[in-house]
């Protein structure tokens, strides 16, 4: 097996060699299998850019009609790129859950206290996906239990599979082991991280839930036991005379927490700033990040946190796009920020260090050619995006 976005010592792809030499047969051959189009070399240039460069006219007109086609699409990050189609309609019909967890086409995945059970991939190239269990493959009493979780349908089709969660706690072992002998209950970080993307989606609905189902076994208003319904998509209070029961409360539904991360451009808008807390491994820096907090919007979120970590006043903002991290249920909001002023005071309580970068020096940390060894988080995080957006917008004078 082959990486279709292997790279030299120098961060060139075959694409880029393609693109110098005008081969452009190779290209479209390579956009065909869904190389990356926007990899940056160490000189932080892309495929389009060397095509562009020398000359090579038929190569640079197909690089620059696909990325225009791209520009069309949504931006999916990684952990939201869930294919199945939720069906939310069918979480209040209980005898159409109970007669979908009875049939023998439906398929299961496996948590043992909040570990999914993955099988490792035989090849390096080839990424970690789910075992998929049947009804039949399963004890009776464990696929009866309200904790399993209904993530949805293969398709719109109302008669398509239908997908479960389970987390059997230490029962699951030795019965998913036993099927799956090459298979293994993981600790979800880092190795979710390395999943088939869209097996990555599915177990970000189904991990972000399980944990909010662990966490919230008693009614937070009262006390008393909490009862699943609706698929594992809502909880309600055993006693009934508890005040949750008037209104609609977020306790009884699963949480979501939303996050910003932002890229801050500086005025001049050649660097951008990148910080790194402690716990970062070493070398790493990413950009700033921090929860929104009640009767707060976005963009004053943005702007709050900057100044708060780095000293760094933030006028416009402008939404990018967003990734789930299920860890448990965060919803990483990223946005691009536009400082009014460049002088950092760190706060050393929230970060370890704060610096403004060049482009240049970012392109080399992108394509992990910096001289000192610096580097930024790996391209499923959205840190990684937006810096990468970035770099991308000088090429597209944007």
Not at 127 to 139: E, I, N, R, T, V
Request: net charge negative.
């Amino acid at each position: 097996v082959v990486d279709i976005d292997g790279k030299s010592e120098r961060g060139w792809t075959a694409l880029m060699f393609a693109a110098r030499n005008g081969h452009s047969s190779v290209i479209s051959t390579l956009i065909e299998k869904g190389c990356d189009v926007d990899s940056l070399n160490a000189s932080g240039q892309t495929a389009f850019d060397i095509a562009e460069f020398w000359n090579h006219k038929e190569a640079a007109s197909l690089l620059s009609q696909h990325k225009q086609e791209e520009q069309f699409n949504q931006i999916h990050n990684y952990y939201s790129l869930n294919p199945l189609y939720r069906a939310s309609d069918l979480r209040k019909d209980a005898d159409a859950l109970l007669a979908a967890k009875r049939n023998p086409s439906s398929k299961y995945i496996l948590f043992s206290n909040l570990q999914p059970f993955l099988l490792p991939p035989e090849d390096p190239k080839i990424k970690y996906k789910f075992a998929l269990f049947s009804c039949d493959q399963l004890p009776a009493s464990a696929i009866e239990k309200s904790r399993v979780i209904f993530l949805g349908l293969e398709t719109w089709d109302p008669d398509s599979n239908a997908w479960f969660a389970l987390d059997l706690g230490n029962e699951a072992t030795d019965l998913a082991k036993t099927l799956y002998p090459k298979g293994d209950f993981v600790a979800p970080m880092p190795i979710t991280m390395r999943m088939d993307s869209t097996h990555a989606g599915i177990f970000a609905e189904a991990h972000s839930i399980l944990c909010w189902l662990d966490r919230y076994k008693f009614c937070p208003t009262c006390g008393s036991k909490n009862k699943v319904v609706e698929g594992g998509y809502k909880q309600i209070c055993t006693d009934t005379d508890c005040r949750s029961h008037k209104g609609v409360h977020n306790t009884c539904y699963p949480r979501v927490d939303p996050s910003l991360i932002m890229l801050v451009v500086s005025t001049d808008k050649q660097h951008c700033l990148l910080g790194r807390q402690k716990r970062f491994p070493p070398k790493m820096y990413s950009c700033l990040a921090g929860f929104m907090e009640p009767g707060e919007c976005i963009e004053d979120t943005c702007r709050r946190e900057v100044e708060e970590e780095s000293g760094i006043k933030v006028g416009k903002v402008e939404y990018h796009s967003s990734q789930p991290w299920p860890f448990p249920a965060s919803l990483m909001l990223g946005c691009i920020a536009y400082a009014r002023t460049d002088n950092i005071q760190v706060d050393n309580n929230e970060l370890e260090d704060a610096r403004w970068f060049s482009r240049p020096e970012v392109s080399q940390m992108l394509a992990q050619q910096h001289p000192d060894g610096l580097f930024v988080p790996p391209r499923q995080a959205i840190a990684h995006q937006l810096i990468k957006s970035w770099i991308l917008s000088a090429h597209s004078h944007l």
